[in-house]
């Protein structure tokens, strides 16, 4: 029964095919066929986006050269005679790599789950009723429907089409769209021209299709030529090359400090204490501190921080398709958002109606005044939404308010849609800003019904009258026609915010067609009426647009709507434009991009514009050094939603294509989405900066104390197990928990960070390198005062065991003071991030088992201290904690901030 590309599918006619398939271009496959089907086929889908399997994670975290230098240090040490030490790096070593692949599992769980947020999906005939499945479930037989904006998800055999274009770059080349049919072909006819195929990883760019499965998966040409779909799982975001870059100058900064400490430590003995011992133990102490304070971890740190952002970002709405787009997000200086939908609720209702012989009403009037009722019934006519079987009328928002308010005036618009069918259409779009439909009058009389927006029509237009809603007969009044009377009208309107629509007519000569390459149709119009749709704004969006405003955000709203509807909209929703804060397309198009750039930061309203303008606004901002976060959803909106660096398609209207251009998709279709994810994407940007120090610091201390003993010619300060034990514990938990810590309360209210400052600026880099000093100054302090050289046997363990208890738990405290700029630990709460105060508590119970458990003396070198050692240890920790404290506060009180 299979299919396959070898047996020229489009050289078969659809009948043939679906006869070959056992399908039905009507009721489809049945689902337990299908899923018969789905099981010996598979899932239509491609390998290659697949993550690691646990085990190779595992596996993974030893194939770094740094645990292997540990490793060749401990088998050396080993032979030289200190196996526990060996044992016991080699259990920290496992530690970590539980560690790290907890956090990788994490982050690689969290990106699948993304994947699956926004996989495509697909509207099929199954059992005979229209269903929407997952793309992945589609199998040879099935039957989908397209339209324009749609992904084409497997290859297919057209079975029906209307005026279907698709873009099939992604496996041509071929960047212009081409035409789709349900015509039988020529067995040689190439790949790019089999009109009556859709491919997969191709689109639909105009009109609409059924079609019938032939390949799925791995079996289709895509699939063939083995060419990968970009996918949620992409490289590493900028900040982790940036920080991958710092990791490898670090290490190479650490590998020489690790040196120069083995060869000092090596060089100061006499020669004849030169021995295998020493040098060993000097190896090991290097390389321990070279694993300690490498960063090596900190790109994989970024991954679990992005990704715990995207989960909380999906929980607001905002569907992230890459992780770099978490990261981004934070910086974004611009919002271009659409009005309709976005900004307001996209729930249309006809406010107002005017009919040309100065008729006019309100929808709730019930008005049944004849000229009302034939501007009403032109309205229903020329429009693609269609009743359901109980009534309610679906399609677009702005068609089926027309709709509605026909049946609220008494119209039957089921019956006067079937009475006066549609004989031809021109579809309306966003560039024409009109729709014109061909009806057959009363009389046999073809009449072109036009409604769009008003200048489109009035420019068209030279009388006005009426239509008579019994007979469809147009009546042309004799009064001259007032060209601004009409203008002014829709202006008036326009002022309140509402969407004005303007309805005309013309006697037609042609019976069957309108001609699409022809304006002739729908010129010498005579206009019937107004009609005013009101869409009540969001009423969250003025909040989120007063945060954004406190953020240094720019806002702006980009409507194919009329500029004075658009100024209202924008003063209700707070954008509060001037006149000079709004520019119409037409003016756009007038204006140089020099110009365009220089007016650009005043303009908070783009109105009338085409969705090919959204593409001039995105480079616009991007050439004044913005980064840019543009809404859309048609497919003529891909192009700026790529451009732009966080391009963000909407969830309920959106098609797909508009989805594959976007980095983010809102799931509610809402404004505040897009500011909710801003704010999370900031929170990430400062909790990676937050850990990034942290960790920092606590290496800069590991480094110093030990480079500073060698220097003042102490006895080794720290032991190896020491230093790998401190990195343990300080370096995994806390340091992930900080991924956790909430929101900055000024984090919508500083400036957008910019393109790409350093992860160190706004003093974080002096501030690292102060407090590590400090902390590492602090521990080799309280060494020094419990060592006595001329002792060494006895007070060198004590010495010892309280550096390493004072640097452990500095590294704890410290920790604190890291989870907020600006607010004191007693502001914060110690249990507000529970993780964090665990994963301390835990390795302060962990450090007194190395203390006072017996068994741990041998293993770690320490020895148990007497409360009064213990007390010293415990102040000197938490001094570098109360010099951030202390700083934060002066720092508030300098900038009188309370
Ligand atoms: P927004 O940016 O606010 O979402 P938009 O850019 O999607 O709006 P369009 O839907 O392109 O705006 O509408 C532009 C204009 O076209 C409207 O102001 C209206 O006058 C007219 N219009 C909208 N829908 C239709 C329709 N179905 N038929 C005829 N004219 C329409």
Redesign the pocket.
């Known amino acids: 029964m299979s299919l396959t590309i070898e047996e020229k599918v489009w050289a078969r006619t659809a009948e043939d095919i679906l006869a070959g398939l056992k399908s039905n271009a009507e009721t489809g496959l049945t689902s337990k066929e299908a899923a018969d089907r789905l099981r010996q086929y598979g899932a239509n889908e491609l390998p290659g986006s697949t993550g690691h399997s646990a085990i190779q994670l595992f596996v993974m975290q030893f194939a770094d050269w740094m645990v292997a230098l540990l490793a060749a240090a401990g088998i050396i040490s080993a032979l030289v005679g200190d196996i526990s030490d060996t044992l016991l790096i080699a259990m920290i070593v496992f530690g970590n790599a539980i560690i790290g692949f907890a956090q990788e599992w994490k982050a690689e769980k969290a990106v699948d789950a993304l994947r699956k947020l926004s996989e495509p999906h697909i509207e099929v005939i199954r059992d005979g009723a229209v269903r929407k499945i997952a793309a992945t479930e589609l199998t040879p037989g099935d039957i989908f429907r397209v339209r324009a904006g749609s992904a084409i998800p497997a290859d297919a055999r057209i079975v029906q089409a209307a005026e279907a274009e698709a873009d099939e770059s992604p496996l041509t080349g071929e960047s212009l769209a081409v035409e789709k049919n349900d015509r039988t072909l020529a067995e040689t006819t190439a790949l790019p021209d089999r009109s009556c195929m859709l491919f997969c990883g191709t689109a639909l760019t105009n009109g609409h299709a059924t079609a019938v499965v032939t390949a799925t998966g791995t079996h289709t040409e895509l699939g063939r030529i083995a060419r990968m779909i970009a996918t949620a799982q992409s490289g590493p975001t900028p900040l982790q090359q940036r920080l991958s870059r710092l990791s490898k100058q670090l290490a190479l900064l650490v590998l020489g400090i690790c040196i120069a400490i083995f060869v000092a430590g090596v060089v100061r003995e006499p020669f004849d204490r030169w021995n295998s011992r020493l040098i060993s133990e000097m190896l090991l102490t290097a390389v321990s501190l070279a694993v300690a304070a490498i960063p090596e971890g900190l790109p994989a740190i970024v991954t679990v921080a992005l990704a715990l952002g995207s989960q909380r970002m999906a929980a607001r709405n905002a569907i992230v398709r890459r992780l770099s787009a978490v990261e981004t997000l934070g910086s974004v200086d611009v919002i271009c958002s659409?009005?309709?939908?976005?900004l307001t609720q996209n729930r249309m209702t006809v406010a107002e109606i005017i009919a040309a012989d100065n008729g006019s009403a309100r929808t709730d009037s019930h008005d049944n005044e004849t000229s009302v009722r034939g501007v009403l019934v032109a309205a229903s006519l020329c429009n693609?939404a269609r009743p359901d079987p109980d009534g309610t009328p679906t399609g677009?928002a702005?068609?089926v308010a027309l709709l509605t308010a026909a049946i609220r005036n008494g119209i039957a618009i089921e019956s006067v849609q079937t009475q006066w069918p549609k004989l031809s259409e021109r579809p309306?779009s966003?560039d024409r800003?009109?729709?014109s439909s061909l009806h057959l009058s009363e009389s046999h009389q073809p009449i072109v019904l036009v409604?769009?927006?008003?200048e489109r029509i009035l420019e068209r237009a030279t009388s006005h009258g009426s239509l008579c809603a019994e007979t469809l007969e147009l009546r042309v009044a004799t009064t001259p026609f007032d060209h601004q009377h009409w203008a002014d009208h829709a202006a008036v309107l326009a002022s309140r915010g509402q969407?004005?629509?303007a309805v005309a007519a013309r006697k037609w000569a042609v019976r069957d067609t309108l001609q699409s390459d022809t304006d002739d149709a729908e010129s010498g119009l005579t206009i019937l009426g107004l009609l005013a749709i009101h869409d009540p704004v969001r009423p969250e969006a003025a909040d989120a647009i007063r945060q954004c405003h406190s953020a240094g955000i720019h806002t702006v709203m980009?409507?194919?709507?009329?500029q004075e509807?658009a100024r209202a909209v924008a003063a209700e929703a707070g954008l509060k434009p001037t006149v000079d804060g709004s520019m119409s397309g037409q003016e756009l198009e007038s204006v140089t991009d020099q110009e365009l750039q220089n007016r650009l930061p005043d303009i908070q309203v783009f109105a009338r514009?085409a969705p090919e303008h959204k593409l001039r606004i995105v480079k616009a901002w991007q050439a004044n050094g913005a980064v840019v976060a543009m809404t859309g959803d048609g497919v003529n909106d891909a192009p700026a939603l790529k451009q732009a660096e966080i391009g963000v398609a909407m969830g309920i209207t959106g098609t797909d294509v508009s989805r594959e251009a976007s980095e983010m998709i809102i799931a509610d279709d809402n404004f505040a989405t897009i500011v909710a994810a801003v704010e999370e994407g900031r929170v990430v940007y400062d909790n990676i900066r937050k850990f990034v120090a942290y960790l920092l610091t606590a290496n800069i201390s590991e480094i110093l104390v030990l480079f500073l003993g060698v220097v003042f010619g102490l006895p080794l300060p720290l032991l190896p197990v020491q230093i790998l034990w401190i990195n343990l514990v300080t370096d995994g938990l806390p340091a992930l928990a900080l991924g956790f810590e909430a929101a900055e309360q000024d984090v919508m209210r500083r400036k957008p960070r910019g393109r790409e400052p350093s992860i160190f600026s706004d003093g974080l880099g002096r501030m690292v390198i102060a407090i590590g000093t400090f902390m590492g100054a602090c521990s080799l302090a309280v060494f020094i005062m419990n060592y006595e050289p001329g002792a060494t046997e006895e007070t060198l363990p004590i010495a010892r065991t309280m550096l390493f208890t004072t640097l452990a738990l500095s590294q704890l405290f410290y920790v604190l003071s890291v989870r907020s700029n600006s607010r004191t630990l007693w502001e914060l709460g110690l249990w507000s991030n529970y993780r964090l105060a665990g994963a301390i508590i835990l390795g302060f119970v962990l450090q007194m088992f190395i203390l006072y458990l017996p068994a741990c003396h041998k293993w770690f070198h320490t020895v148990s201290l007497t409360p009064s050692q213990l007390l010293v240890a415990l102040a000197a920790s938490t001094l570098p904690y109360f010099v951030v404290e202390s700083t934060k506060l002066w720092k508030r009180r300098k900038a009188a901030i309370p």
């Open positions: 659409d009005k309709t939908g976005t693609d677009t702005t068609e309306f966003s800003k009109r729709m409604k769009g927006a008003v969407r004005v629509l980009i409507t194919g709507d009329h509807t514009v």
